[in-house]
């Protein structure tokens, strides 16, 4: 029933690691985003996909990639993992045509 | 550039009105938001205000907008325990980026 959805809630990996989060909307929305949310609870966008297409990047080491299988997903995929790392990630979805965008509940990666 | 800004803490008694403060950068917003982040959980939209509004009135949340000084502010009337969050301010950017502020931590006192 959850409209959009993120695994695992919970991620602790050894700094070095390779790790992915999952995203999945069965909202049928176009566009989904990923944001990472700091220790300090400020929100900043990384991604934006419409269709499985690429929309906005904003400056993100390039160790992050997100990977859109289908419309339906957007999973963030990092490599050789970093302490900095350590934050919340938010994913959300938006239909066309609506300004409002529905949150996933986060994932809390701790970088050791 | 673009920015969100609000202050970080708020603390009020339950039963009062809890008034959160938020301005931005960016004067061809159309949209701005108020998101609530309860412990734990993820991000909720609890209102929103058209650019060309100045006030939006929703049961106990009144939201008021002063887009000459970029001014918008979030008042919770009758402030109750389970109001207790993280209150953000969101603007709308170009290519329907949100901007969010910082997040305003809003403590509820007995």
């Known amino acids: 029933d959850t409209a959009v959805s993120q695994t695992p809630k919970y991620l602790v990996t050894q700094m070095g690691n390779d790790k992915s989060i999952k995203c999945e909307q069965n909202?049928?929305?176009?566009?989904m985003y990923w944001y990472k949310q700091d220790s300090k609870k400020f929100l900043k966008i990384m991604f934006s996909?419409?269709?499985?297409?690429?929309?906005i990047n904003e400056t993100v080491p390039n160790r992050f990639s997100p990977k859109s299988p289908d419309k339906a997903h957007l999973n963030l995929h990092i490599n050789s993992l970093e302490l900095g790392d350590s934050a919340v990630y938010f994913c959300?979805?938006?239909?066309?045509?609506?300004?409002?965008?529905?949150f996933g509940p986060g994932t809390r990666l701790t970088v050791l | 550039g673009e920015d969100v800004e609000q202050s970080l803490f708020l603390s009020v008694r339950e039963g009062d009105s809890s008034v959160i403060n938020c301005t931005y950068t960016?004067?061809?917003?159309?949209?701005l938001y108020w998101y609530k982040q309860e412990p734990g959980a993820g991000l909720q939209l609890l209102t929103y205000?058209?650019?060309?509004?100045d006030m939006k009135q929703d049961q106990r949340l009144t939201v008021l907008l002063n887009k000459k000084d970029k001014h918008l502010s979030l008042r919770i009337a009758d402030t109750q325990t389970g109001d207790s969050a993280i209150y953000f301010c969101?603007?709308?950017?170009?290519?329907?980026?949100?901007?969010f502020g910082s997040g305003t931590r809003l403590s509820i006192r007995p």
């Open positions: 959300a979805s938006r239909p066309d045509g609506s300004n409002e965008q529905f």
């Open positions: 996909y419409n269709n499985k297409e690429l929309i």
């Open positions: 960016d004067s061809s917003s159309t949209y």
């Open positions: 969101a603007e709308i950017s170009s290519a329907s980026k949100i901007i």
């Open positions: 205000i058209f650019s060309n509004m």
């Open positions: 909202l049928g929305h176009d566009t």
